[in-house]
């Protein structure tokens, strides 16, 4: 014979229901997940050197992480390296020997990384030049990256608002 409750385990309306802890953190953490997923930034990539008003332009595409050529008004820079001032820049020739020689020994590292790790070498160069930068300088610049197996060149403009 089954027992009758007593009065007051019969109207006991207190339940001891609670959050459940373990369940709310682990949704809390998929959340995270998933925004921090499927969150992109489109940062600066490439920042401009400080003596460079880059020229605007229309094109829509981002940049992506490269080697990066600088050509101020006194100098042109790999990366935040000094390679030849441009008062020291022969006139007579197309090619820019010191920046070939930097160029041809960043190449050859890539393709080293390319064999010992995988690191496929993409050929790609990022350049900055003033808006006022001569054509003939960023022609030279631009057939000595050529010239050092860096065939994909991208010239970094500022987009147009």
């Known amino acids: 014979m089954a027992f009758i409750p007593s009065r007051r385990k019969r109207h006991d309306t207190a339940s001891k229901e609670g959050l459940n802890l373990t369940s709310m953190m682990d949704m809390m953490t998929i959340i995270l997940l998933f925004l921090l ?3 992109s930034t489109y940062g ?3 920042t401009p050197s400080q003596d460079l008003k880059l020229p605007y332009s229309l094109s ?3 940049p992506h992480k490269e080697l990066n050529i600088s050509i101020t008004r006194d100098d042109i820079l790999v990366g935040s390296q000094k390679v030849i001032s441009i008062n020291a820049l022969n ?3 197309v090619l820019i020997q010191p920046l070939f020689n930097v160029l041809k020994k960043y190449s050859s590292d890539a393709k080293q990384n390319e064999i010992k790790y ?3 070498f993409s050929h ?3 350049i900055q030049g ?3 930068t001569p054509f003939e300088l960023i022609f030279k610049v631009l057939y000595t990256c050529g010239q050092s197996e860096y065939n994909k060149l991208r010239l970094l403009t ?3 608002k």
């Open 44 to 46: 600066q990539i490439v």
């Open 91 to 93: 006139s007579d020739g």
């Open 158 to 160: 500022y987009r147009e």
């Open 60 to 62: 829509q595409e981002e």
């Open 37 to 39: 997923k499927t969150y």
């Open 130 to 132: 003033d808006e006022n």
């Open 118 to 120: 995988g690191v496929k």
């Open 124 to 126: 790609q160069v990022i």
